[in-house]
């Protein structure tokens, strides 16, 4: 599976973004999709997770403020996020859990400047 994220961009605290992740094959046949971070200087972690059922997990960082969609038909999961903070910059991945492997977009940095 090859992913292509898109959306991020600078944003001022407060403010939202939509990001994108783009499957270059059905993604009703994975586990899941999620959306990771890398903030500089930090581990990448997990933000967020949808099944191709639809159920949703939030990391603890983004609860509240952030939602996982995805549309299967067109092979796209969103990450809607608001109320960015600087703390939620970052480069954003996607990465589907296929039943074959792992597969890592290549990222899409969001900028939150205060």
């Known amino acids: 599976v090859q992913l292509q994220a898109s959306g991020g961009g600078l944003v001022q605290a407060g403010g939202s973004l939509r990001l994108s992740c783009a499957a270059s094959?059905?993604?009703?046949?994975?586990?899941?999709m999620s959306w990771y971070r890398q903030a500089p200087g930090k581990q990448r972690e997990w933000v967020a997770t949808?099944?191709?059922?639809?159920?949703?997990a939030y990391a603890e960082s983004v609860r509240g403020r952030s939602t996982i969609s995805s549309d299967n038909a067109n092979n796209t999961v969103w990450l809607q996020m608001n109320g960015l903070a600087p703390e939620d910059t970052a480069v954003y991945y996607c990465?589907?859990?296929?039943?074959?492997?792992?597969?890592w977009g290549q990222g899409t940095l969001v900028t939150v400047s205060s």
């Open positions: 990465l589907a859990e296929a039943y074959d492997g792992n597969y």
């Open positions: 094959r059905s993604i009703s046949s994975v586990r899941g």
């Open positions: 949808i099944t191709p059922f639809g159920t949703a």
